[in-house]
């Protein structure tokens, strides 16, 4: 089973904050327990829950230091089946300490041991670079899922990260799957979007379309997922079939490989 899955892009702006948001809120609704990790210095995850980043006692960036804190005494819950670690500005210059650290690619894969048998899936909101931190993500993950945005450049970029996927998979993690493409703030009035997409239906394993609608900001100050504040709109049921596979194992949706 996919139980530690990385939400991973080194472009920002794809939606990967928002898509661990939402994904975690459902994969708890569905009776699950989940932790995410903060793993981006903007700690947008831990804004987007509505916690205060400078308020909380310790983040990730407690966890990743030489001879760090146990992750569990890192660990804030949100509510019954949802828990996070938060990360801080902080986690910015944490990145150089890594570099000077044995195994540095490893570290975080050791922090979590102790409590992945205590969820049902660990989320990793990854930075939006190909940096330590995302090695460290990739590095630990059983699965990584890309959002990406239905632009050119989008596109463009998701070769670069599929090289580097594959290097991981070569030197350090054999067993990471790649699980698929999210389509992301895709615009159906726009060509280039819709030709982007028969693109990405055509040449990747696409999980899910998520639409640019106003209703994904709405919660944001509430600390509320889409898929909480707007239950019925078509993002929330994005989000909720692709929580589907992943809790059903299965790694492709018929409907839109037939659209």
Not at 122 to 142: E, F, G, K, V
Not at 185 to 204: F, N
């Amino acid at each position: 089973m996919l139980k530690v899955i990385a939400i991973a892009n080194q472009k920002g702006g794809v939606a990967k904050t928002t898509t661990t948001h939402n994904l975690g809120v459902a994969l708890a609704a569905a009776g699950k327990t989940v932790l995410m990790i903060d793993l981006d210095s903007q700690a947008s995850l831990t804004i987007c829950v509505g916690l205060e980043p400078l308020e909380v006692q310790r983040t990730i960036v407690d966890v990743l230091k030489k001879d760090g804190a146990p992750v569990s005494e890192c660990i804030q819950k949100l509510r019954e089946g949802l828990h996070i670690v938060t990360s801080i500005i902080d986690l910015a210059p944490m990145e150089m300490e890594l570099l000077s650290r044995a195994s540095r690619e490893k570290i975080l894969d050791r922090a979590l041991k102790p409590v992945r048998e205590d969820y049902d899936f660990i989320l990793i909101d990854c930075p939006p670079q190909l940096s330590i931190l995302t090695i460290n993500a990739l590095s630990c993950a059983d699965g990584v899922l890309i959002p990406v945005k239905t632009d050119y450049l989008a596109y463009r970029g998701l070769t670069q990260l599929q090289d580097s996927i594959q290097e991981i998979q070569e030197l350090i993690n054999p067993d990471l799957k790649v699980i698929g493409v999210l389509a992301t703030l895709h615009d159906t009035r726009v060509t280039d979007d819709r030709e982007i997409l028969g693109l990405l239906k055509t040449e990747y394993n696409l999980l899910g379309v998520v639409k640019r609608l106003a209703v994904a900001k709405k919660g944001i100050y509430d600390g509320l997922a889409v898929v909480e504040q707007s239950p019925s709109s078509e993002i929330a049921a994005e989000y909720k079939a692709v929580a589907e596979m992943i809790i059903s194992g299965k790694t492709e949706r018929e409907e839109l490989r037939h659209e």
